[in-house]
């Protein structure tokens, strides 16, 4: 292990496609490493590649484990992960650092590089998903294992964060381990350059005509987004209402969703760009922001949006959107994949739209310094374990 003098602190996980955690690590790591200067930051990944890999601080070292995927499927980033736990072992071995940090699928590969290492260090894991749920709607085998996995490794690590009360109450079932066990930090969404995007002019005729509605969308066009419900909304909003139907975001559910649009006769009034580098400018301006997910374990869009003054309508899906706009006082909530209630909420919040300034206020609650304050205490707690242990 690297002297406690000038402490390595190490974040392990798969790659930096656009997606939340990705977005959340590059703001965690930036952050600590500006207020820490003294400390060294790795970010471990099992492959240094995606959209997100230009937004990791100069200030924090990348580590490549060029690792190859053995899983040629959808899930890109486990597939990722298990091929890199020789190559992580190795780095354990050379560089030593004082403390771990793990997420999501890179949670079992850093305890069984830790054991496998030798190499005495404190290993913090950080669940993102509801380990019940997620099974449960998963067809996959080793999916359906993973909470039996969770309940004979993780009481190993030497903390546990949840994103969210939700997810830690489930944990805690899955695994048996003790709740107080598991502290609950939410993610550190927004950030002053977050802020100074959202200023940011947007060339499209859809964004100038104050006579036109435009409803909002961003995420990864995943089954679990279910945008097809969002898209159904929309087509009765749009007998009620001029207005336009914008989603930010790339994935496999393209096709689907495109049909639905020429099913609907939508084509034009649904623009679907892809992954942009900016999605706040089109919060800042869109008239309603509407997350349709099936699940979230946190939903960093939604404060995203809030942030950027942009009234929100959100599925009551478990756990972190009811959690965040504290059970609907910031914002409307619709049951899972309800096409029709979602509508009448985004017609509603279109007519009495809430003060924007406020919503702005509540989003500054998952702001980076206070957010980042509780992760960076999280890292001091655990590097005082490892030089109590030194003496």
Same mark, same amino acid.
């Given at each position: 292990?690297?002297?406690?003098?000038?402490?390595?602190?190490?974040?392990?996980?798969?790659?930096?496609?656009?997606?939340?955690?990705?977005?959340?690590?590059?703001?965690?790591?930036?952050?600590?490493?500006?207020?820490?200067?003294?400390?060294?930051?790795?970010?471990?990944?099992?492959?240094?590649?995606?959209?997100?890999?230009?937004?990791?601080?100069?200030? %924090?070292?990348?580590?490549?484990?060029?690792?190859?995927?053995?899983?040629?499927?959808?899930?890109?980033?486990?597939?990722?992960?298990?091929?890199?736990?020789?190559?992580?072992?190795?780095?354990?071995?050379?560089?030593?650092?004082?403390?771990?940090?793990?997420?999501?699928?890179?949670?079992?590969?850093?305890?069984?590089?830790?054991?496998?290492?030798?190499?005495?260090?404190?290993?913090?894991?950080?669940?993102?998903?509801?380990?019940?749920?997620?099974?449960?709607?998963?067809?996959?085998?080793?999916?359906?294992?993973?909470?039996?996995?969770?309940?004979?490794?993780?009481?190993?690590?030497?903390?546990?964060?949840?994103?969210?009360?939700?997810?830690?109450?489930?944990?805690?079932?899955?695994?048996?381990?003790?709740?107080?066990?598991?502290?609950?930090?939410?993610?550190?969404? %927004?950030?002053?350059?977050?802020?100074?995007?959202?200023?940011?002019?947007?060339?499209?005729?859809?964004?100038?005509?104050?006579?036109?509605?435009?409803?909002?969308?961003?995420?990864?066009?995943?089954?679990?987004?279910?945008?097809?419900?969002?898209?159904?909304?929309?087509?009765?909003?749009?007998?009620?209402?001029?207005?336009?139907?914008?989603?930010?975001?790339?994935?496999?559910?393209?096709?689907?969703?495109?049909?639905?649009?020429?099913?609907?006769?939508?084509?034009?009034?649904?623009?679907?760009?892809?992954?942009?580098?900016?999605?706040?400018?089109?919060?800042?301006?869109?008239?309603?922001?509407?997350?349709?997910?099936?699940?979230?374990?946190?939903?960093? %869009?939604?404060?995203?949006?809030?942030?950027?003054?942009?009234?929100?309508?959100?599925?009551?899906?478990?756990?972190?959107?009811?959690?965040?706009?504290?059970?609907?006082?910031?914002?409307?909530?619709?049951?899972?994949?309800?096409?029709?209630?979602?509508?009448?909420?985004?017609?509603?919040?279109?007519?009495?739209?809430?003060?924007?300034?406020?919503?702005?206020?509540?989003?500054?609650?998952?702001?980076?310094?206070?957010?980042?304050?509780?992760?960076?205490?999280?890292?001091?707690?655990?590097?005082?374990?490892?030089?109590?242990?030194?003496?």
């Amino acid at each position: 292990m690297s002297k406690i003098s000038k402490p390595k602190i190490a974040f392990f996980y798969s790659c930096l496609v656009a997606g939340g955690i990705e977005a959340f690590l590059c703001r965690l790591t930036r952050w600590i490493a500006e207020k820490r200067p003294d400390w060294e930051i790795d970010l471990v990944l099992a492959r240094a590649e995606g959209e997100l890999l230009p937004q990791v601080s100069p200030k %924090v070292r990348i580590v490549d484990l060029k690792a190859k995927p053995i899983l040629l499927t959808k899930r890109l980033r486990l597939g990722y992960t298990l091929p890199a736990t020789p190559k992580f072992v190795r780095y354990l071995k050379s560089e030593r650092p004082n403390a771990l940090f793990a997420f999501y699928t890179t949670n079992f590969p850093a305890l069984w590089g830790r054991w496998l290492s030798g190499v005495s260090l404190p290993v913090i894991i950080n669940e993102r998903v509801h380990p019940t749920l997620y099974a449960r709607v998963s067809y996959n085998l080793i999916d359906r294992l993973i909470p039996l996995l969770k309940r004979l490794f993780y009481p190993y690590a030497d903390a546990i964060v949840a994103v969210s009360r939700g997810v830690a109450d489930d944990l805690a079932k899955v695994t048996r381990i003790p709740r107080e066990r598991i502290r609950v930090i939410y993610n550190p969404v %927004v950030t002053p350059d977050l802020l100074q995007k959202a200023k940011e002019p947007i060339e499209h005729p859809w964004f100038s005509d104050s006579y036109q509605r435009v409803i909002l969308g961003v995420g990864r066009l995943s089954v679990e987004k279910d945008f097809l419900t969002l898209i159904k909304a929309f087509a009765l909003v749009r007998q009620e209402r001029l207005a336009k139907l914008v989603i930010l975001g790339e994935g496999e559910e393209r096709p689907r969703l495109e049909a639905l649009v020429k099913e609907l006769g939508l084509e034009n009034d649904v623009w679907m760009p892809g992954f942009v580098d900016n999605p706040f400018k089109f919060m800042a301006k869109a008239s309603v922001f509407v997350l349709s997910s099936m699940c979230e374990s946190f939903g960093n %869009v939604l404060v995203e949006a809030l942030a950027c003054g942009c009234p929100v309508v959100s599925t009551d899906c478990p756990s972190g959107p009811s959690e965040i706009l504290e059970g609907g006082k910031w914002g409307k909530l619709v049951p899972v994949g309800d096409y029709e209630k979602l509508a009448k909420a985004i017609l509603e919040t279109i007519e009495n739209p809430p003060d924007r300034e406020k919503l702005k206020q509540r989003g500054m609650d998952f702001y980076i310094d206070k957010i980042g304050q509780e992760w960076l205490n999280l890292v001091t707690e655990m590097l005082k374990v490892v030089k109590m242990k030194e003496v």
